[in-house]
């Protein structure tokens, strides 16, 4: 094992996401990996790129530069189809500004509806270790807003495996089963468990 990768805290990582609903589906997904996450708020300057893989990563680097700790950073979007992939990177700006009901009149009478979750989760540590995990959820855009559950797009998001629901019609632990971040999330762990010699 190199140097720098024994960390005193054990299988334990930091979140740096200002996104308490997405802490909470890390917190669930990482413990049944074996992995612990405690989260951590830094202030960084989120880039804009059309990849958010590229955001992940430049947050990640930009925040172990802050803190000097071993962390992951998660940039996710909605890619519709119809709309050539909007509002991807720009979710978040799309949902503050126009929210579900502005999405769903851009896809007023629109039949094609097919939507993906996509997550970037990047974990970075002061040796300078970068990797990146994707995950992605497939699924359509719902003709109305269901279920109080969750954040953000999940009241318009049906994903396929289980096209009955949206995922705002879900517990953290259905959602899980078919989200980007748990996917990604997923990836990471079994990554970083044999980083830490597990
Ligand atoms: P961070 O502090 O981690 O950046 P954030 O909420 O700003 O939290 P993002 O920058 O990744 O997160 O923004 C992605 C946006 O996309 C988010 O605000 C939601 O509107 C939407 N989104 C991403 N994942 C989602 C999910 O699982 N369910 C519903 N909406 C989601």
Not at 111 to 130: H, I, M, T, W, Y
């Amino acid at each position: 094992m190199q140097s720098g990768r024994k960390f005193p805290y054990g299988k334990l990582i930091f979140f740096v996401t200002g996104n308490i609903h997405k802490f909470n589906e890390a917190r669930r997904i990482l413990a049944e990996h074996g992995v612990s996450v405690a989260m951590l708020k830094v202030k960084t300057v989120e880039i804009q790129d059309n990849e958010i893989e590229n955001i992940a990563k430049m947050s990640a680097l930009n925040a172990v530069r802050e803190v000097n700790l071993p962390l992951i950073v998660e940039d996710a979007g909605l890619f519709i189809e119809a709309l050539n992939g909007f509002p991807g990177p720009f979710s978040s700006y799309v949902y503050r500004t126009i929210g579900l009901s502005g999405i769903l009149k851009l896809l007023d009478g629109v039949e094609n509806r097919r939507a993906q979750f996509k997550s970037a989760v990047v974990f970075c540590d002061p040796s300078g270790e970068l990797r990146c995990f994707v995950g992605i959820s497939n699924g359509r855009i719902a003709e109305k807003p269901r279920g109080t559950s969750g954040f953000g797009f999940d009241p318009i998001f049906e994903p396929e495996e289980q096209p009955a629901k949206t995922f705002g019609e879900m517990s953290i632990e259905e959602k899980n089963l078919f989200s980007h971040r748990a996917r990604a999330l997923k990836k990471f762990a079994e990554w970083y468990r044999n980083f830490l010699g597990a």
